[in-house]
């Protein structure tokens, strides 16, 4: 399916009500969600816990990464699965998971906090990628080499976010960088600790970090520009069932809690955009996928 097909689609089945949400507790009082960490730290743990609250259901959170959060939804090993990337065509393991939306998460650059670059360009972000630009002196920083961190594999939301929009080729390598294992995690860990590295990551975690995030073609990843689109790496984050039509009760009261006025405003005192209140993004990202699948996302744009 063409990507702008796969979000026309998302922006019309977002199906679950969003009125006003009246759950009777059902028997089995908890909810197993697992996942995207970057989709926890975003929002899930006050989203658990306004439920919780509300309805007396413990939301119980673990991690395991958006390829796990969804092939386990998929299979019905857990309740709810959380992802930061869509749902991959041809992988069987993949094919009966259902996405649903809740909110937007930017993907921010981060370095060490001493080191003295504040701003980068997409272009540079690129060729430092491809091995192309390795010296911090030539983004006006010290004479010291450039030190990439990138997580191995091609299935993590990040990875796969960046591979789509930056290079349009998701099977894009990346010569030089030090690839870390397991999740995000251990990229942000890699980058606090090393003055001369660099790595890609989402907002909602990179602000737990004590590492400097950097202005993308001079715009902060602000709550404001992420809800705008000025800033321009962004991706949605969802909330993974086992099909539509066969998630449990219990799942369909939470899904429709998340995405509630009062689910909305825990998530963006979280800190994070609701999917609905940007939900002119959808159709900015479908123009920048269609523009990445041409020529790759903003290959000018010089240095802020």
């Keep these: 399916m063409h990507r702008s097909a796969y979000y026309l689609i998302l922006l019309l089945t977002i199906s679950f009500s969003t009125a006003g949400v009246s759950v ?8 197993l969600w697992a996942g995207c960490g970057i989709t926890k730290k975003a929002f899930m743990a006050e989203l658990a816990k306004a439920y919780e609250k509300k309805t007396g259901i413990k939301v119980n959170l673990k991690g395991g990464g958006a390829t796990k959060g969804i092939r386990n939804a998929s299979k019905g090993a857990i309740d709810i699965g959380g992802a930061c990337r869509p749902i991959i065509e041809g992988h069987p393991e993949e094919r009966g998971a259902y996405q649903v939306p809740v909110a937007w998460d930017a993907l921010v650059v981060i370095v060490h ?7 980068i360009s997409v272009s540079d972000l690129k060729n430092i990628y491809l091995g192309k630009l390795k010296n911090w002196k030539e983004l ?7 030190e990439l961190y990138v997580r191995r594999g091609k299935f993590s ?11 349009a080729n998701f099977d894009q390598g990346f010569p030089g960088a030090k690839y870390i294992e397991r999740s995000s995690g251990p990229v942000e860990k890699g980058v606090q600790k090393n003055k001369f590295g660099i790595g ?26 992420i809800k705008s689109g000025s800033y321009v790496l962004y991706r949605p984050l969802y909330l993974v069932t086992k099909g539509r039509a066969s998630a449990d009760q219990k799942v369909k009261d939470f899904i429709t809690f998340a995405l509630s006025r009062e ?3 825990v998530i963006k005192a979280a800190g994070s955009v609701p999917y609905s209140d940007a939900i002119g993004l959808v159709m900015k990202q479908i123009e920048q996928y269609d523009d990445a699948t041409d020529k790759g996302l903003f290959q000018t744009g010089g240095k802020k």
């Design 140 to 146: 006006g920083g010290p004479n010291k080499p450039i």
């Design 113 to 119: 906090p001493d080191n003295p670059v504040d701003s």
């Design 24 to 31: 009777a507790k059902p028997q089995d009082s908890s909810i």
């Design 157 to 167: 939301g990040v990875g796969r976010t960046l591979r789509e929009l930056v290079f």
């Design 263 to 265: 689910g909305r405003a």
């Design 200 to 225: 890609t990551t989402g907002i909602s975690s990179a602000k737990r970090r004590k590492v400097k995030i950097l202005k993308l073609n001079g715009k902060e990843p602000s709550y404001e520009n």
